[in-house]
């Protein structure tokens, strides 16, 4: 007489570690040490994983940066969203957004730098798939900034024949300059005196 209950095989062990928290805490190490100069038993450190773990979990180095990258951006962009948000005033949204950049390159923050920036810096030139992501977010940033910016056109507060869409690029440069000079600590009173001044020359 034939078994009709199939056997089941045992299944792998389910993994015993959070996985965003592991990459969120690799995402600090790449952050501060850079890419090639972070090395495997930095990550091991970090994340409190074993050697096999990791590479059972996220593939090798560049999987995990990629993820780290992906996670950097992801709450960039939340962030973003939430000081562009529909029901606030387009203009107190360009501000918000405008601030939340001088609070992030002023002082400890600032010296900190962006991983986004640095990657860009040492990676974008030569490894696609980070080039792609970092294209990526600008463009999504600059379209966030753009839709601001109309929004606040169609509300009359813009200056006669300024370009949403031209702003919205100088915006986005603007802030990722700040980025890098944030690294010599400017002061909060002076970059928000230089944020200001610019998106005044746009509003009415």
Known sequence: MTDRNPVRL?????????????????MGV???RGYHATALPDLLR???????????AFGDKHS??????D???????????????????????????????????????????????A???????????????VASFFEAMEARVADALSRAKAAG?????????SVARILVCFVEGL??????APTRNTSRATADALLGRFLK
């Not at 995990?64 to 990258?69: D, G, K, P, Q, T």
């Open 46 to 56: 970090a994340t409190k994983l074993s050697r096999g773990s990791l590479y059972a």
């Open 157 to 165: 507060k813009l200056a006669d024949g300024v370009e949403p869409s």
């Open 179 to 184: 980025r890098v000079v944030g690294k010599t």
């Open 10 to 26: 045992p299944r792998g062990r389910p993994r015993s570690f959070d996985v965003e928290a592991a990459v969120e805490r690799a």
């Open 71 to 117: 996670r950097y951006i992801a709450d960039a962009l939340t962030r973003i969203d939430v000081e562009f948000d529909p029901g606030r005033e387009p203009v107190d949204g360009l501000r918000a957004y405008l601030a939340g950049y001088v609070d992030r390159t002023s002082g400890a923050n600032g010296r900190r730098g962006c991983l986004l920036v």
């Open 119 to 133: 990657t860009a810096m040492e990676l974008a030139g030569q490894d696609a798939e980070v080039g792609r992501r």
């Open 30 to 32: 790449f952050w501060s």
């Open 64 to 69: 995990l940066f990629l993820r780290a990258l």
